[in-house]
């Protein structure tokens, strides 16, 4: 297996592929004003398995495209929906983020956790503005510095893994420049990492490791996570997923 095939199946049947949690989900909606005499169209941009997906149809009445390139992770997100009997409500679709093939102004609401540093925040933003019509919503979180300055270790790990994490007021100040007004912000608490994220990937790290017959690369792969959530465990006070909020002025 590839390195990426790897982490698909270290994460595939996990709820987040990332730090998050359902009350971070619901909180971002709080910061949305959103119209009720009419059906609403959702993309979750990188939706992984779904966590996120789910909570958002409980709650928003319309219409959500799940979109993500890894079929593996689309296949369980349509497994938890058939279950729920969601299937009209939750469509998925396998696409890169970077060439996404909507109209423009098709959605009420862009919604992406933890997924648009695979494109840089600036990038993602200027892409995906057009796809969402003026006056809709665009949620993301995102690899956010906590202070201005933090240990060398954590800030080298930082630039070697998504150089273009900053503080949140480089955030605000693109979004801005994009014709955006931020509506809200929070900073995802450590229960979002570790009770969410960390606690059930490590949980699985015995399981994947069976499954890849104990190979050279699939430690490997359980390593570099390991270091992650060891690197978190120490520098949490400095860094952490900020969740912004903003609505499309022009």
């Not at 349509?78 to 409500?89: C, E, F, K, V």
């Amino acid at each position: 297996m590839t390195d990426i095939q790897l982490i698909i199946d270290l994460h595939r049947l996990s709820e987040r592929q990332g730090p998050g949690s359902p009350a971070d989900t619901l909180r971002a909606l709080t910061f949305m004003d959103l119209p009720t005499d009419r059906p609403l169209k959702v993309a979750d941009i990188g939706c992984g398995t779904g966590g996120q997906t789910m909570v958002l149809a409980r709650q928003i009445h319309g219409h959500l495209t799940a979109v993500d390139l890894f079929p593996e992770f689309l296949e369980e997100l349509d497994n938890r929906s058939r279950a729920a009997g969601w299937q009209d409500r939750i469509s998925t679709l396998r696409c890169s983020m970077d060439d996404l093939p909507f109209p423009e102004q098709s959605f009420d609401i862009l919604w992406s956790e933890g997924a648009i540093y695979n494109m840089g925040f600036e990038h993602g933003v200027r892409a995906w503005k057009d796809f969402l019509k003026t006056g809709g919503y665009l949620a993301v979180s995102e690899a956010t510095w906590i202070t201005p300055d933090r240990p060398k270790e954590i800030e080298r790990f930082w630039m070697n893994e998504y150089p273009e994490i900053d503080m949140a007021a480089a955030r605000i100040r693109i979004l801005e420049d994009h014709g955006f007004s931020l509506t809200g912000y929070f900073q995802l608490d450590p229960a979002s990492w570790i009770d969410h994220y960390y606690q059930p990937l490590e949980a699985g790290f015995a399981s994947f490791l069976e499954r890849q017959g104990h190979s050279e690369a699939a430690r490997r792969v359980v390593d570099e996570y390991q270091a992650e959530i060891d690197l978190y465990q120490k520098y949490q006070d400095y860094y952490s997923y900020g969740f912004y909020i903003a609505r499309k002025c022009r």
